[in-house]
């Protein structure tokens, strides 16, 4: 059974950083695409950012762009999320999540920017930014 644990939540000042990491038991790893998810009291989980497996191409939620950077550490087999200029909007539980079904891709497809491209998740750690 994979096993993905996030870390490096906080509670933060906007227009502070936060720095996420996931860990993933999978030696695996290298070879899925990763994504960062989010999800606020009272609303969906929704997509943050996903990164192929060699990293070489990523996608982001609009809001997030020129904030957020996802990256990977294969040989570590850790995620990460770099979050900058914090917003009072991105508090939220954030989960990082494992495709394992589809391998190696080129490019982050259309259906991983939605939870069912996912088939492994992580518990969540929580952002909290104040004003």
């Known amino acids: 059974q994979v096993q993905l644990q996030e870390s490096g939540g906080g509670l933060v000042q906007a227009g502070g950083s936060l720095r996420l990491s996931c860990t993933i038991s999978d030696p695996a790893f290298s070879i899925y695409t990763m994504g960062w998810f989010r999800q606020a009291p009272g609303k969906e989980r929704e997509f943050v950012a996903a990164i192929t497996s060699t990293g070489r191409h990523f996608e982001y939620k609009d809001s997030v762009k020129g904030r957020f950077t996802i990256s990977r550490e294969n040989a570590g087999n850790t995620l990460y999320l770099q979050m900058n200029n914090l917003e009072p909007e991105d508090t939220a539980l954030y989960y990082c999540?494992?495709?394992?079904?589809?391998?190696?891709?080129?490019?982050?497809?259309?259906?991983?920017?939605?939870?069912?491209?996912?088939?492994?998740w992580g518990r969540g750690t929580q952002v909290t930014v104040f004003p």
């Open positions: 999540a494992l495709d394992s079904k589809r391998g190696q891709l080129s490019l982050v497809i259309t259906s991983q920017r939605a939870t069912s491209g996912y088939d492994f």
